[in-house]
């Protein structure tokens, strides 16, 4: 993948490390083990780069509906984006994860629906950067003043019952993001009901990126979607909002805008 205003290389990043007008978001997360992103971090990271958690930063509390990552509170994500020197529209945030974009992509999506356009994943992640040889530090960076005003654009999301009135109208396509035996309701490794929501077809978010983690191309995207480029609406979802977004990177490297996220997905579904 070359580098595109939604991707850029470990090598394109390299060359802008000192760029003020830059800023590194590190996303390393298990859901597993959800201090271990952090531990990571802490460990070693790239220069200049902040931590945003899954769970403290890039979701809030979890209710009795609303998935398990409901979308963060927008003024308390925007505290944290400007303390790390985001000026709203103006500065590049550049994200990455060890998890073929699963968390990069969840605040890739977060910021273009706080109205920031600037933002990019890093092709290849963290192992791409690694296997270059390119530096690594432990220290963490000083907060700097950022000023990050959100414009939420509502646009972007459905709700569940907007998915229930709309999933089965003619032009409309349903795409559920998790793995095929977990669509299949063969295995259920999260939420307490296995399946799907009647009418969803599976692109299982895994196919956006090869083996190694990094994204095919924006011709093998757009053969990825072939089926339903030309739904006039499509709405995706995975367990709870969050590997969904590498889907939705997909259909925009695919050139295909407009598609919206579902944000608590199957656990809020199965939650009424």
Known sequence: MTDTHLVVSCEWLKQHLADPQIAIADCRFSLAEPNLGQQQYQTNHIRGAYYLDLNQDLSSDVTEHGGRHPLPEPQLLAQKLSS??????????????????????????????????????????????????????????????????????????????AVKNRKDLPGVALVDSRDCDRYAGIREPIDKVAGHIPGAVNYPWKQATDSQGYLITPQGQRQRWSEIEKAEEIM?????????????????????????????????????
């Open 84 to 161: 790390m020197g985001i000026h709203w529209q103006q500065t590049l945030v550049v994200a990455y994860d060890d998890s073929r974009q699963a968390f990069a992509s969840r605040l890739w999506w977060l910021l273009r629906y706080l109205g920031h356009e600037k933002v990019a994943v890093l092709d290849g992640g963290w192992a791409a950067w690694l296997q270059a040889g390119y530096e690594v530090t432990d220290v963490i960076p000083t907060p700097r003043n950022g000023n990050f005003t959100p414009q939420i654009n509502q646009q972007m999301i459905v709700d569940r019952q």
């Open 236 to 272: 995706v979802y995975c367990g709870s909002g969050v590997t969904a977004c590498v889907n939705l990177l997909s259909l925009e490297l695919a050139g295909i805008q407009g598609a919206k996220l579902y944000a608590g997905s199957w656990s809020d579904w199965i939650s009424y």
